[in-house]
């Protein structure tokens, strides 16, 4: 059905809510699949690989597998966006939860280095692969959803409650983490508890892939169906040869997201056991809040960028995250009691994230968003993401402020996009604009 201009200037009604509700459930279980990993690197180094492998090179090869589920990505999500672009947005959505869910489930039941040897982290890294190819899928599809279902004035407050269904995700793997190794000590959690969490993740995804059976087929996309309008060429050879501008601004906005949500919330509680000698249970409870308020964050943050433009959020959000990443890295090793309360207010201005997908669908037309948004985001997020714990582990090891200085220069970059990068006009969104049709 076309949206009218009054259509695109409603408030959320009843439907909204649902899909908004089911698309972020559904992607909260998925992200929890993709991310638990990290808050067991420690306790997976030391079953997958062997038990006289330095330290330094065990955590590299850890976090290199890790990396690979990111690399991964821009595959997955290239396929995945080829077929959404060209047969619907919806079959796609519901076929990467059961792509991940599967081998998040063997992951938990993998046996480990010294039960079959090499083929121990040969297996898992297998299996992260498959999940990364999943998740490079989930998150495009996700967004070019839940924001062609939202009229054009609600679309920034859709994705930012999107984006904090996703980060939920990374709060839900927070606190099964933190309960586990709170419940169990480090020898049963190396022993068979570390499991736990990735049977559960296998469960949460057969549960999302019944929750989409309930969604619609997008507005948009149906609008297009209906005119003929789909892309009649390659999707991704339209992306690259008529919307490359697009291309580079959606990947550096990428690579600041990257640097907010890899090094601030999935790596520094590992960081900061290492750097300032906090238990594993003090950092992930400190996690779930710093998590928490970037979960309410976000949904704040797309609301702003309604009122105001992504440009003006993206910008002013990026400086305060930076003040407050080395407020903590700074101030922890002086002040150990304010871990909670530093982490929390640097997990809330990283919410600055949810503001970023506004940016990304605005970027590219609707007969090749899906397409546009998967390429930029996957591919940067593969070279930024999938290298960021290496690298930001090596920096770790040469100065404790090295991941501060590592968010602080991707700051400089959101600020930079803030300014002069994210102008793109509501209207972007809309089939009717002029060049809407690739």
Known sequence: MEQTVSDNARPLNRGDAKTLVLSALGGALEFYDFIIYVFFAVVIGKLFF????????????????????????????????????RFGRKRMFALS????????LCIGLLPTYAAVGLWAPLA??????????????????????????????????AVGMLTSGLTGGILLGSLVAAGVT??????????????IPFILGGIFGFVAVYLRRWLDETPVFEELRRRKALSQELPLKVVVSRHLGGVLRSMLVTWVLTAAIVVVILMTPALLQKLDGFTAAQTLTANSVATLMLTLG?????????RFGPGPVLGIGSVLLLLCTYA???????????????????????AIVGVIPLVLVRNFPPAVRFSGISFSYNVA????????????????????????????AMCVIG???????????????????????A
């Open 381 to 408: 997020y593969a070279v930024f993401g999938g290298f960021t714990p290496p690298l930001v582990a090596m920096l770790g090891k040469a100065s404790p402020l090295g991941p501060a200085h590592y968010v602080a």
């Open 97 to 104: 939860v059961f792509l991940m869910a599967v081998p998040t």
């Open 415 to 437: 600020l930079l996009m803030g300014l002069f990068g994210a102008r793109q006009p509501a209207s972007a969104l809309q089939v009717s604009q002029p060049g809407a049709v």
């Open 328 to 350: 903590m890295y700074l101030g922890l090793g002086q002040n150990p009691g304010l871990l909670v309360p530093l982490y929390g207010l640097t997990g809330l201005c990283v």
């Open 182 to 195: 709170r419940h169990y000590g480090p020898e049963q959690v190396a022993a068979f508890a570390w499991r």
């Open 124 to 157: 898992l890294l297998l299996l992260r692969v498959l999940q990364g190819a999943a998740i490079g899928g989930e998150i495009p599809g996700a967004w070019v959803f839940v924001a062609e279902h939202a009229p054009a004035n609600r679309t920034g407050l």
């Open 50 to 85: 062997p038990a006289d492998m330095p330290d330094w090179l065990r955590q590299l090869q850890t976090y290199g597998i890790f990396a690979a589920g990111y690399l991964a990505r821009p595959l997955g999500g290239i396929v995945m966006a080829h077929f959404g672009d």
């Open 298 to 306: 976000c949904i704040g943050a797309g609301a702003l960028a309604d």
